[in-house]
């Protein structure tokens, strides 16, 4: 009965699994804070998406970690860079996949910024042509949907014409719209190995304290061409994504971050949580707050438990 009158189900669909990509054959480097996850050279991570795939989870979300890093982002929109290599091997071997990148320069760049450097701060017009260099590039290697996460102002219009301009006009755009400066990123720039070298990333990204200021960033992002939005992180703002749902009727995704997935993943570890459980009714207040899918590095876990 209980099954019968539920109003909230989870789907593996509705997950998007987050993948980081490293140079290297044949790597599985174990990220310390967020066990098992891995960073995976483009060999593995194809296998990875293989059984990604074989779960019918939605797809994945494409992370890179190049060679090298420069002060000018230049890996973030090389044709031959580790995310655009990574995309034409999975769309060569796992063509049905979706295949979604994100687009930032923060594990491109020397400092860890998202953007350009100029005297301690960072320069938000300048930064919109790498970011549209990237979606394109991106686009180029065959990427499905482009996701800016840098939160730059006005960086969806500039993707969006870039990949106009440039013949991409069916490569939709999911905005990282309502992103917040938040601690919960913590073991990502690990993973991603992207913690900013200087300051933090409060002059670009939002005070968790406005929701108001959230809704703003949202329109403006759709008004540019946004085709989908994403609120994150997720559980510490539900209330924003229920509000986004009952404002916006577009494609609302949001992004449990690796902090709410580490920290699920400690308690279990310590015997202090039932992680099967944690991690089902995580991602149920995810859904049942309004998000149609979600960002989440538990997405083989419950895909499995969902089977
Ligand atoms: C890149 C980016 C970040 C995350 C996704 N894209 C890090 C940041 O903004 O510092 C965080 C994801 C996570 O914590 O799982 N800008």
Redesign the pocket.
């Given at each position: 009965m209980r099954r019968l009158v539920r109003e909230t189900r989870l789907d593996p669909a509705n997950f998007i699994l987050?993948l980081f990509v490293c140079p290297g054959e044949g790597v599985r480097r174990p990220i310390g804070s967020m066990p098992p996850q891995c960073q995976l050279s483009i060999d593995t991570a194809v296998e990875e998406c293989r059984e990604v795939e074989a779960l019918g989870i939605g797809g994945v979300i494409l992370?890179g970690l190049p060679e090298t890093k420069d002060d000018q982002a230049s890996g973030a929109y090389d044709d031959n860079g580790i995310v655009q290599r990574a995309i034409r091997a999975i769309k060569r071997e796992v063509p049905d996949l979706l295949v979604i990148t994100?687009v930032?320069n923060?594990?491109y760049t020397s400092h860890g910024h998202?953007g350009l450097g100029v005297d301690g701060d960072v320069d938000n017009d300048a930064t919109l042509d790498w970011l549209a260099k990237s979606a394109v590039s991106h686009a180029r290697a065959g990427a499905d949907i482009v996701a800016p996460?840098?939160?730059m102002d006005g960086r969806v219009g500039a993707i969006r014409s870039a990949l106009d301009r440039n013949g991409f006009l069916k490569t939709p755009i999911l905005s990282?719209a309502a992103?917040f400066a938040?601690v919960?990123?913590?073991?990502?720039?690990e993973?991603?190995e992207?913690?900013?070298q200087f300051g933090d990333?409060r002059s670009y990204?939002m005070d968790p304290a406005n929701a108001r200021e959230a809704m703003r960033e949202i329109e403006l992002d759709l008004e540019e061409g946004a085709d989908m939005i994403m609120v994150?992180?997720a559980m510490p703002y539900l209330d924003l994504i229920h509000e986004a749902r009952n404002r916006f009727d577009v494609p609302i995704s949001a992004?449990?971050?690796?902090?709410?997935?580490s920290m699920i993943m400690a308690a279990a570890a310590n015997g202090w949580i039932d992680l099967e459980r944690a991690m089902i009714e995580s991602l149920t207040s995810i859904r049942r707050a309004g998000a149609d899918f979600v960002?989440t590095?538990f997405a083989k876990p419950a895909a499995k438990f969902l089977a």
């Open positions: 987050p992370f994100d930032c923060c594990e998202c996460s840098d939160m990282y992103k938040s919960f990123y913590g073991p990502f720039r993973a991603a992207s913690a900013p990333r990204q994150k992180p992004y449990q971050v690796s902090g709410e997935y960002l590095y």
